[in-house]
């Protein structure tokens, strides 16, 4: 190997923070797009005797981490990814990336059927560039009941002719779609929906607790025997305390079977820790209970996301953000959030949780769930070479996607 085999050979030095890793003397080198090499310094001369890599050397106290993953954003910088607009959407994506979102998937909105599909078909032209991981559907199959800031005149019970339409607008690139599992048809609509490459996501939803569990565990069931390599065999749970009754002791809900579920492994639930929708202590106390294998950190981010206080809107609906608490116009419910997914981490490592607990949940777990267990969301050779450069307080120096430094 020489200095002249490829123009795209650097290596990076940090303390570096990854799942299963903790190395304070670290470096990294990347080549092309990939990590070649991720370890100690004192092994690096080993792997890099002929000084074919670049050394870039960081500042004392530099952080490195993987690049962070999403699986439920709805856009950013004036971009709503429900709209099908497309230079709207390239916004948003840049915005994210730049932001240390590397890998992202982007959620739609219930809305009727010509614009969710219309936007599916817009939105699977960035996920085959490679720009997006894929789509979620937020609906259209939820309650009434517990919408949130859905727009209930779209939501249906289970609709498998929609779900193929969705599917084939999406271009295969429909990854997880949110569902009520109270709704008639929703047991079909698992199968429907794992058959052909969907994780199930309980969420939106009224239901007691035995339907709850019942229902993951049917999904967790047909997600098993999928027989698909590297799909993961743990359904999801949209945004969870959000988006459905609070648990009581005497009616304890979908939250309690959630909890029980997570804790014993068996799925994964979204959590919203961006000060607004949870508690810090409520954020804490969930990485104490399940622990962060379980948790998957999400924004549930929207067009105002990067931009000033205002008014916006998420699909169909008028959104008011004050103090960077977005709420729907019309009643005041909660309405997505404008966080990022780094000031998500920031704020759960602030509520107490270890930073590397943090970086666990925010990168690794949803990998999983996306099928990228071993393609991104680790400092490991022969991954993607996605990561964040970060100072002591955690605040972003620079970002790195496919081996690129994003400005």
Do not use: W
């Not at 709207?88 to 809305?111: D, F, N, P, Q, Y």
């Not at 009520?180 to 929906?193: K, Y």
């Not at 071993?374 to 990561?387: I, N």
């Amino acid at each position: 190997m020489t200095s002249t085999d490829s123009p795209d050979r650097y290596a990076l030095t940090g303390h570096l923070i990854s799942p299963g890793r903790n190395i304070t003397q670290g470096i990294i080198a990347v080549e092309g797009n990939r990590i070649a090499f991720a370890g100690d310094v004192r092994e690096f001369s080993f792997f890099d005797s002929d000084g074919a890599f670049e050394m870039r050397r960081s500042p004392e106290g530099t952080i490195i981490i993987p690049g962070l993953i999403d699986l439920h954003c709805h856009g950013a910088a004036g971009g709503d990814f429900s709209s099908a607009d497309r230079e709207k959407t390239t916004a948003a994506i840049e915005h994210l990336h730049r932001s240390g979102t590397t890998t992202l998937m982007a959620s739609l909105v219930t809305a009727s059927r010509e614009n969710m599909l219309a936007a599916a078909a817009v939105l699977a032209e960035f996920a085959q560039r490679g720009e997006i991981a894929g789509l979620h559907a937020e609906g259209p199959f939820l309650s009434t009941v517990r919408c949130g800031a859905q727009d209930p005149s779209f939501i249906t019970e289970p609709d498998p002719d929609f779900v193929d339409a969705l599917i084939d607008a999406a271009a295969g690139q429909l990854r997880t779609m949110t569902y009520a599992p109270e709704l008639e048809g929703s047991n079909a609509l698992l199968e429907q929906l794992v058959s052909q490459g969907v994780v199930p996501s309980l969420g939106h939803t009224d239901a007691d607790a035995t339907t709850t569990r019942d229902s993951l565990l049917v999904a967790r069931e047909e997600l098993a025997s999928a027989g698909v390599d590297g799909f993961t065999e743990r359904p999801t749970v949209t945004h969870l305390f959000n988006g459905m009754p609070p648990m009581h002791h005497r009616a304890p809900g979908p939250i309690a079977a959630c909890l029980e579920l997570a804790a014993q492994g068996k799925i994964i639930v979204e959590l919203i820790a961006d000060g607004v929708h949870l508690d810090p202590d409520m954020v804490r106390t969930m990485f104490e209970v399940v622990g962060a294998e379980a948790i998957a950190l999400v924004t549930d981010s929207m067009a105002a996301t990067g931009l000033a206080d205002g008014n916006y809107e998420l699909g169909s609906s008028a959104v008011s953000v004050t103090n960077g608490e977005a709420r729907l116009a019309s009643d005041g419910s909660l309405a997505g959030g404008t966080a990022s997914m780094l000031e998500v981490l920031r704020k759960v490592v602030a509520a107490g949780v270890g930073l590397d607990q943090a970086i666990i949940s925010a990168t690794k777990v949803p990998a999983s769930v996306l099928g990228l267990v071993d393609e991104a969301g680790r400092l490991h050779r022969g991954f993607a070479a996605d990561m964040l450069i970060l100072d002591a307080d955690l605040e972003l120096v620079q970002v790195i996607r496919n081996g690129v430094y994003l400005g």
